[in-house]
């Protein structure tokens, strides 16, 4: 069973910085499609980025392209996202996400991952 941790949340100003890391444990294959989605208060969760461990290619939703990093280190099992340029409307609850896939594909950012972590909490005020 793949287990996953999420932490570095916290709350920032806007034009701030974040780095948020998923430790995972309990891989049974060599290649997941790893994503990090959001979900704020009323709203409907999102994917923001995700990271093919095969092929190394990450994508992004365009709202964070260019603010946000995604990378892996794989000698850790931990995903990180690195977030720039905070603004409100990135605050919410993230999760990192795990699939057994090797790539990520185009509906990725639909949430069809096998397993989530249990989230951790980015506040970003004006």
């Known amino acids: 069973q793949v287990h996953l941790a999420e932490s570095g949340g916290g709350s920032v100003q806007a034009g701030g910085s974040l780095r948020l890391s998923c430790a995972a444990s309990?891989?049974?294959?060599?290649?997941?499609?790893l994503g990090w989605f959001r979900q704020a208060p009323g709203k409907e969760r999102e994917g923001v980025a995700a990271?093919?461990?095969?092929?190394?290619?990450?994508d992004y939703v365009d709202s964070v392209k260019g603010r946000f990093t995604i990378s892996q280190d794989s000698a850790k099992n931990t995903l990180y996202l690195q977030m720039h340029s905070l603004k409100p409307e990135d605050s919410g609850m993230y999760y990192c996400a795990a699939d057994p896939s090797w790539i990520c594909g185009g509906r990725w950012s639909f949430g069809g991952f096998a397993y989530w972590g249990q989230g951790t909490q980015v506040t970003v005020s004006s």
């Open positions: 990271f093919a461990t095969a092929s190394g290619i990450p």
């Open positions: 309990g891989y049974t294959t060599s290649a997941y499609c």
